[in-house]
């Protein structure tokens, strides 16, 4: 049996996106964190301006994810994210015990 721990993921995907592609992202990665553990929430916090520009961008979507997984899933969630066009930035944390 492998452990599981709760983490809470930040993802900033381009505002360029059409509300419908970026429902489509969203809904990946959501598909993607059920496969491997338990989706609590998804809070969509929507467009709002970057601190600093991000690959000539000024504008961001961002989503938070909490979920529970296998303390080896982030690594490979994080390599997903890593390799899509579609996001900026993101962010895994484990939350506190």
């Given at each position: 049996?492998?452990?599981?721990?709760?983490?809470?993921?930040?993802?900033?995907?381009?505002?360029?996106?059409?509300?419908?592609?970026?429902?489509?992202?969203?809904?990946?990665?959501?598909?993607?964190?059920?496969?491997?553990?338990?989706?609590?929430?998804?809070?969509?916090?929507?467009?709002?301006?970057?601190?600093?520009?991000?690959?000539?961008?000024?504008?961001?979507?961002y989503v938070?994810?909490?979920?529970?997984?296998?303390?080896?899933?982030?690594?490979?969630?994080?390599?997903?994210?890593?390799?899509?066009?579609?996001?900026?930035?993101?962010?895994?944390?484990?939350?506190?015990?």
């Amino acid at each position: 049996m492998s452990i599981s721990r709760k983490y809470e993921t930040v993802i900033i995907f381009k505002a360029t996106l059409s509300e419908e592609d970026t429902a489509a992202q969203v809904e990946k990665f959501k598909s993607l964190i059920s496969a491997n553990g338990t989706l609590d929430t998804v809070d969509e916090w929507g467009k709002r301006r970057l601190a600093y520009p991000i690959n000539d961008e000024n504008e961001g979507y961002y989503v938070q994810f909490n979920y529970t997984a296998p303390v080896d899933f982030p690594a490979e969630f994080d390599r997903q994210l890593k390799i899509s066009d579609n996001v900026l930035r993101s962010l895994i944390l484990e939350q506190g015990k």
